[in-house]
């Protein structure tokens, strides 16, 4: 109903409003190749933020909509897809 009452152009942060480190993100990608990623850890840069996550609170109140899926599923999903193209 929101989409069709609100035709105007809208633009949505699509998330789960929790953070995810590098480092899940490469474990959860790792996980889902079967691959281990060459990575190095280093000391925190100037400029570099601490974290980061999407807001999602507007659109769980104009759709309804909530992430269902996992890092570790996305990944796996985003994976077989490549691999299929």
């Known amino acids: 109903d929101y989409l069709l009452n609100n035709p105007s152009k809208e633009v949505f942060n699509v998330g789960t409003g929790k953070g995810l480190s590098v480092i899940q993100a490469v474990k959860a990608f790792e996980e ?23 807001d999602n609170t507007k659109i769980r109140k ?24």
């Open 32 to 54: 889902a190749t079967n691959n281990k990623i060459r990575h190095s850890i280093g000391p925190r840069r100037d400029g570099d933020i601490e974290e980061i996550f999407s």
């Open 62 to 85: 104009a759709l309804n909509w909530k992430a269902e899926k996992s890092i570790d599923q996305a990944m796996k999903d985003a994976w077989n897809w490549i691999k299929d193209d």
